[in-house]
């Protein structure tokens, strides 16, 4: 009986490896166990093999300091101490280096772990830099209409719920009020009608 029951114990501890390996191997964010003193990777899986271009056996002769541009080292490992005290638990877009040496932004979560008697963390890697594109390139946009609409000769209004929420300084002299009398103070169309 008590050889049965050990069998089934190891039979349990065997499934539930392989369900959390197949959890490791197969999410998309990056993932690697760092040893907390000495900052090198003891373990990856292949999203953080793909997104910064090594192979398992290349990852885990790295460390820290391998995968941060140099102008970046000392912030890179003050956040990493940082998120070893509890202190912060996110970084974002925060600047990667892959193999090729380009760099790309990535939002790095990291929690403190125990691996068998060494002090770990549990970095999650995400690449953001398509998110860190599409906000450049938002705010690029909104400037020029922004410039557009304040240096135009036409009048420029964004009404929402009745109300002027952007008023441009052509609109103002044509109606002859200042932006801050017309900025959401009373519905258009008693400005209009006067």
């Not at 907390?36 to 093999?49: D, Y």
């Not at 271009?53 to 290349?58: K, R, S």
């Not at 068998?116 to 970095?123: F, I, P, R």
Request: net charge negative; hydrophobic share 45%; glycine share 8%.
């Amino acid at each position: 009986a008590r050889d049965a029951a050990l069998k089934q114990v190891i039979g349990a501890l065997h499934e539930s490896e392989g369900k959390f390996r197949a959890i490791f191997e197969c999410v998309v964010d990056g993932i690697v166990v760092v040893d907390a003193e000495s900052r090198k990777f003891l373990i990856g899986n292949p999203a953080i093999c793909r997104m910064l271009g090594y192979t398992l056996q290349e990852i885990v002769r790295l460390g820290v300091t391998d995968i941060h541009p140099k102008q970046e080292l000392a912030h890179a490992i003050e956040e990493f101490e940082r998120r070893q005290r509890g202190e912060t638990q996110l970084v974002a877009a925060f600047p990667v280096i892959r193999k090729d040496g380009s760099v790309f932004h990535a939002d790095m979560q990291l929690a403190p772990i125990r691996l068998g008697e060494a002090d770990c963390a549990l970095a999650i890697i995400r690449d953001v830099s398509e998110r860190r594109r599409a906000e450049q390139d938002l705010r690029a946009s909104e400037a020029k209409f922004r410039s557009l609409a304040e240096e135009g000769l036409a009048g420029v209004v964004i009404i929402q719920d009745g109300r002027f929420q952007y008023v441009n300084l052509a609109m103002t002299r044509m109606l002859g009020h200042s932006r801050e009398d017309l900025m959401g103070a009373s519905t258009v169309l008693e400005w209009v009608a006067e």
